[in-house]
């Protein structure tokens, strides 16, 4: 096995190379952020304040999605867990990116508020992809100990 992912597991190369585009969209996305998206924003009229609030709530949105992108790629090729949560994991980290960073960016670039109210969703995806890592390591791991 290599540190990407077996080449036997489909899954592995599936997560991997989902995670890759997640990981370049993500830097993408930041770098807009970064270098375009003031600008864009004061060419729409926000004023000076909301701006401000706009970008950090893009900057939120683009860190957490890189982060879980590059948890994404950890996880296809970790073995302290199950296929199955493996596979779980998988889609809650997919819909944290797209619920969580995805309604962020929608929200700044519409500046359409409610949209906020989607984020949290994401979030829970997160969190239980979180959860699942650990109820699966550590139920290997009892396992193993049998």
Known sequence: MNAI?????????KIAATAAIFGGLGVLIGAFGAHGLEARLAGIGLDPALIVKRLGQFDVGARYHLVHAVTMLVVSNLPSISHRARRIVFVLLTLGIVLFSGSLYLLVLTNTPWLGAITPLGGVAWILAWFTIAGSALANRQASNE
């Open 5 to 13: 992912g077996s080449s036997r597991d489909p899954l592995a190369r």
